[in-house]
């Protein structure tokens, strides 16, 4: 088993710029997997009802979608560092809306019309995780 988060993006970005991004935030690209120890990346195009569900509770109509699988059995505040260092990285060269789910319907954090808002959840966010060079506000959101 694992745990799933997934960036959610409005923009236009291809499938092989991410992979960029990604491999130069420190990522490694193994038999065409982008991976660590105990993370796997996976990028899709989303499809079906997870496209409507993105629109009509965000407002926006996703494009590309980022999937983190992680080992469940790793220590939870090690693996949080690495995936938030993938988020950052990506959403520093996207300037689109975009949605950070934990299992498809916990609200992570929601960038809208530039402001980024960090949900305010206990235990998640720590100097390991928050954003560097980007401002942001915490704001307790409903789950999905």
Known sequence: MSLEYSLVIGDLIETSE???ILIDAGFKKEKGEIRTEDLLIYITKPYG??????????GFIPAIDISFRLNKFSE???LYKPVMQAIWAVLKVTKADAVVLFNGENIILHRKKGILYLNDIDNFWYEGTLPTNQEYELKVMANL
């Open 18 to 20: 991410v992979k960029k």
């Open 49 to 58: 009802l997870s496209i409507e569900i993105i629109k009509d509770d965000f």
């Open 76 to 78: 939870s505040d090690v």
